[in-house]
C-alpha cells in the first residue's frame, strides 16, 4: 500500500501502444468491454472479437489499440492499482494522529477500490500463474506496497508506539500477502471466506495486533499536551 503516483510523463500503461491518449474513446470503450465481459466469464472464454464487437470496431482496429487481448486485461490491472494507490492519500502522512483510524482508513479504502473492480482483480490472479506479464506487474505493485508499509511500521516503533519485534519488511509482506489472499477468497467466494462486511475490521484487528500487539494504539498527543 502506497501513495506513489505514476509521474508526469511516463510510459503508457502496459500492452498500450505509445502514442494513444488515455482518453481514446475506443480505447476506452475496449476496457469498459473487457470489464463487463468479466463479470459474465472467465478471461480465457473471451476474444478478440468479443472486445471489438463490445466497442464497436472491427478485429483489425482492435489490434491498433492493444496487441493482444493479455494487453487488455494488463491495462485494467494498472488503472486498478493506481487508482488504489490515489485512494490512500496522504494517510500515511497522517498515521501517527490516530493510528486505528489511519490503518481502518486505508485498509477500506483498498477494499473499496479492489471491491469495485473485483472482477479484473480475480481475472488477474486467476492467469498470474501463466501469464509472465500480469506476475511481475504484480511483484512490482506488491513490492511498492510492502516498502510503503515497512516504511509506516519502521516510523511507529521509532516515535515508540509500536514495540521491536519481527523485521518490519518481513511483517509488511505477511500482511500485505494475508490481505491478498483474504480479499481474493471473499470475492471469490472462494470458502472458507471472510463476509465481506466483516472483511476490513478483521483485517484491521490482525494488522494491529501484529504492528503494536494490541489493538488500540496509542495516538500522538495533540499540541499543548503534556
Known amino acids: 500500500m502506497t501513495t506513489a503516483r505514476t509521474p508526469a510523463g ?6 498500450r501502444r505509445a502514442g494513444r491518449s488515455t482518453g481514446d474513446e475506443r480505447e476506452t470503450a475496449i476496457l469498459a468491454t473487457a470489464e463487463r465481459l468479466l ?10 472479437d468479443d472486445l471489438a464487437r463490445g466497442a464497436g470496431i472491427s478485429r483489425p482496429t482492435f489490434y491498433f489499440y ?4 493479455d494487453a487488455v486485461l494488463l491495462t485494467l490491472l494498472d488503472r486498478v492499482t493506481e487508482e488504489a494507490d490515489a485512494a490512500a492519500g496522504g494517510v500515511f502522512d497522517r498515521l501517527a494522529e490516530d493510528p486505528r483510524a489511519r490503518w481502518r482508513e ?3 479504502r483498498f477494499h473499496a477500490t479492489f471491491g ?5 482483480v480475480l481475472a488477474c490472479a486467476q492467469v498470474r500463474g501463466t501469464n509472465a506479464e500480469v506476475r511481475r506487474l504484480w511483484a512490482e505493485v ?3 506496497w510492502v516498502r510503503a508499509v515497512q516504511a509506516a511500521i519502521e516510523a511507529e516503533r521509532a516515535r ?3 514495540p521491536d519485534g519481527l523485521p518490519a519488511r518481513d511483517l509488511a509482506i505477511a500482511l500485505n500477502s494475508m490481505n491478498e489472499r483474504v480479499w481474493y477468497a471473499t470475492f471469490a467466494g472462494d470458502g472458507p ?3 465481506e462486511r466483516d472483511v476490513v475490521d478483521v483485517l484491521l484487528d490482525v494488522w494491529l495486533t501484529a504492528i503494536y500487539r494490541t489493538t488500540t494504539p496509542p495516538v500522538m498527543p495533540s499540541a499543548g499536551t503534556p
Not at 511516463?10 to 500492452?15: E, L, Q, T, V
Request: net charge positive; aromatic share 6%; proline share 5%.
Open 39 to 48: 463479470r459474465q466469464r472467465a478471461f480465457g472464454d473471451i476474444s478478440i
Open 116 to 120: 469495485g473492480h473485483r472482477d479484473v
Open 106 to 108: 486505508l485498509i477500506a
Open 193 to 195: 471466506a471472510v463476509a
Open 10 to 15: 511516463a510510459a503508457p500503461s502496459r500492452g
Open 142 to 144: 506488491l513490492e511498492r
Open 66 to 69: 492493444f496487441p493482444s487481448k
Open 160 to 162: 515508540g508506539a509500536a
